[in-house]
Nanobody, 125 residues
Framework: VQLQASGGGLVQAGGSLGLSCEGS????????MGWFRQAPGKELEFVGGITRSGGRTYYSDSVKGRFTISRDNAKNTVYLQMNSLKPEDTAVYYC???????????????????WGQGTQVTVSS
């Protein structure tokens, strides 16, 4: 599957931004989907993920309560709604697809098989 992330931009602290990640091809629903981010000089960080059916979501402690992940398998799209943004949320955000069936979603980048190109999110103070 090929993934195309979009929706990044510049927003003030406290604001909101929504990202989308559209997958090409068929069988999008066979993938668990994850969102990661990478700030300058830092490692790739797990933001959250959603199971292939959309029934369960998982978040890192740093975004829990502020970010929401959802998906629409009919549209081959996964979403990341980001509210109450902070300057420390500034990063390049990536979506990724994991075809391995598991009980939850993977939190390590190496577990994912396909990646989108990344979209920049900048939060000004």
């Amino acid at each position: 599957v090929q993934l195309q992330a979009s929706g990044g931009g510049l927003v003030q602290a406290g604001g909101s931004l929504g990202l989308s990640c559209e997958g090409s091809g068929r069988s999008f629903s066979i993938y668990d989907m994850g969102w990661f981010r990478q700030a300058p000089g830092k490692e790739l960080e797990f933001v959250g993920g959603i199971t292939r059916s959309g029934g369960r979501t998982y978040y890192s402690d740093s975004v829990k309560g502020r970010f929401t992940i959802s998906r629409d398998n009919a549209k081959n799209t996964v979403y990341l709604q980001m509210n109450s943004l902070k300057p420390e949320d500034t990063a390049v955000y990536y979506c990724a697809a994991d075809r391995t069936l598991s009980t939850g979603v993977a939190r390590t980048p190496g577990s994912y098989d396909y990646w989108g190109q990344g979209t920049q999110v900048t939060v000004s103070s």
